[in-house]
């Protein structure tokens, strides 16, 4: 029963670089999230999509996009890294008015 | 815009002390309310959710809120804490608009004396 799988779990990135964040869920919701987690801040939602081939954005859209191709699966992708996203990124999938479910986070610092 | 303050960032009690973490939200109507908690590496697990109804919500591992309409407040609380508590507890406000997302507070971080 795997719920919600993040990969990778770390990355360590050069300032510039380009890469993608999978998330993928086997409990057949619709809803999917991209939360980025910073001390002190809580998290923020970068990204969001209410089905499949349907994105929205967040709090904190900026230098992030993502792609739900298929219902399971939601991508995070960074063109060109900065600094400024080193962070825990998490991902969440829901039904709508149900709670959400929590990967196990990615760690990602951009050097 | 809607917002939620955790007005602790530390918080440490002793084994078996009672607990409350507070949590004050913005928000325009009655909305979704939820405690996370998040043990180091891991990601959230939901403790209790308001949506309607009794504003005394319980929720696992022996915790409940209260929601306080007056005070815009959920606050969090268990009666006596066991040192697997420790953990990050973040309180979240959702909108009642649809789809389900969620604002997080800052957190409170939860140390645990034995």
């Known amino acids: 029963n795997a719920g919600v799988t993040q990969t990778p779990k770390f990355r360590v990135l050069k300032t510039g670089q380009s890469m993608t964040l999978l998330c993928a869920q086997d409990?057949?919701?619709?809803?999917m999230y991209w939360y980025r987690q910073d001390p002190g801040m809580g998290l923020r939602l970068i990204h969001y999509s209410v089905g499949e081939g349907t994105t929205a954005k967040g709090e904190v859209p900026d230098g992030y996009n993502v792609s739900r191709l298929k219902k399971q699966n939601f991508l995070l992708g960074l063109e060109s890294a900065a600094p400024s996203q080193t962070s825990v990124y998490f991902c969440?999938?829901?039904?709508?008015?149900?709670?959400?479910?929590f990967g196990e986070g990615s760690r990602l610092t951009v050097l | 815009a809607q917002s939620v303050t955790q007005p602790d960032i530390h918080i440490t009690v002793s084994e078996g002390a009672s607990l409350e973490l507070r949590c004050n939200y913005s928000?325009?109507?009655?909305?979704?309310l939820f405690w996370y908690v998040q043990s180091p590496g891991q990601g959230l697990q939901l403790l209790l959710k308001?949506?309607?109804?009794?504003?005394l919500v319980q929720g696992i591992k022996g915790f409940e809120a209260e929601f306080k309409r007056s005070q815009s407040s959920f606050n969090l609380r268990k009666p006596s804490v066991h040192w697997s508590d420790a953990a990050e507890y973040f309180c979240a406000v959702g909108d009642r608009g649809g789809y389900n997302k969620l604002i997080f507070g800052a957190g409170t971080r939860l140390a645990v004396h034995p």
């Open positions: 928000y325009g109507a009655t909305p979704y």
């Open positions: 308001y949506f309607s109804g009794d504003t």
């Open positions: 409990m057949n919701h619709e809803y």
């Open positions: 969440a999938s829901s039904q709508l008015g149900g709670e959400l479910f």
